[in-house]
């Protein structure tokens, strides 16, 4: 279990009060991963969301397919971000690989248990879908970045 205390530095659960961080503490745990370590793959079933807590995380797509590139980056998450957020829309899978490019330290989060509890509190649900809207909106952000410059 991560504390409720160290759950409110990160921007994800900014807006959330004392008695829902309880309740999202009892769903994490902390983990480390080393260098070249793979986190979660692309088009496996997604079972946590991640804060990053240490470290740095490199997002790769393949895409699958003949003539596809290998895991092209399309993210890199550093401190303080939220990733794994597909394992809070359905399908509930991976849309890339998770692989640290540094030693890493998470905050793994039980999505299953997340979603329930979104269920259950909806202003929950709304400030965390609001974050996540976000983090997808950067991560968006980063890949129409990336495309520009490959076409110069």
Same mark, same amino acid.
């Given at each position: 279990m991560v504390s409720p205390e160290v759950l409110r530095r990160y921007p994800i659960f900014s807006l959330l009060n004392d008695n829902q961080l309880r309740g999202i @503490?009892? +769903?994490t745990e902390e983990r480390s991963y080393k260098k070249d370590e793979e986190i979660f793959q692309e088009g496996k079933p997604a079972y946590k969301l991640y804060v /990053?807590?240490? !470290?740095? #995380? =490199? /997002?790769?797509y393949s895409g699958g397919g003949e003539g @596809? +590139? @290998?895991n092209a980056l399309v !993210? *890199?998450? *550093?401190? !303080? =971000?939220?990733y794994g957020i597909s394992a809070m829309l359905e399908p509930y899978r991976y849309k890339a690989t998770g692989k640290c490019a540094k030693d890493c330290k998470t905050i793994e989060i039980d @999505? $299953?248990?997340l979603r329930a509890l979104s269920e259950v509190d909806h202003t929950l649900g709304y400030? /965390?879908?609001r974050n996540l809207l976000y983090a997808a909106i950067e991560r968006? $952000?980063? #890949?129409? +970045?990336e495309l520009a410059a490959a076409r110069h």
């Open positions: @503490a009892m +769903i /990053l807590i240490e !470290g740095e #995380v =490199d /997002l790769l @596809a +590139i @290998a !993210g *890199t998450i *550093t401190p !303080g =971000d939220v @999505a $299953n248990a400030y /965390l879908m968006l $952000n980063y #890949v129409r +970045i």
